[in-house]
């Protein structure tokens, strides 16, 4: 069964950091992508990390809000995608999600493989 699991969600201060952690049940996926849902607002794209064709070199990509201030990482070995996020602000409050599969982009309708999302609080 594939099973995609976040973690490291939490409340932290303006200005702060967080890293969440999205572990993958199996290694099958060629893209990771990070999305963050607010209450009320669609699901919005955050992140997202592609292996090259070789399998040698990670490709990554960011949503203009956050480039600059969060970083996404992957570990092949461990089956574990990382997003480092720092001066995070008080409207990135949201529930922030994994999603996988063999190709996709920056649209969540490309993924089929989700967490269960992770809370994350910024306080003003």
């Given at each position: ?67 600059g ?25 949201a529930?922030y ?28």
């Open positions: 069964q594939v099973q995609l699991v976040e973690s490291g969600g939490g409340l932290v201060q303006a200005g702060g950091s967080l890293r969440l952690s999205c572990a993958a049940s199996v290694r099958i996926f060629e893209v990771f992508a990070w999305f963050r849902q607010a209450p009320g607002q669609e699901r919005e794209f955050v992140a997202r990390t592609r292996w090259s064709d070789g399998g040698d070199i990670s490709y990554s990509d960011y949503a203009e809000s956050v480039k201030r969060f970083t996404i990482s992957r570990y092949n070995s461990k089956n574990m995608v990382y997003l480092q996020m720092d001066s995070l602000q008080p409207e990135e409050t529930v999600y994994c999603a996988a599969d063999v190709d996709g982009w920056r649209t969540a309708s490309e993924y089929n493989y989700w967490g269960q999302g992770t809370q994350v609080t910024v306080s003003s």
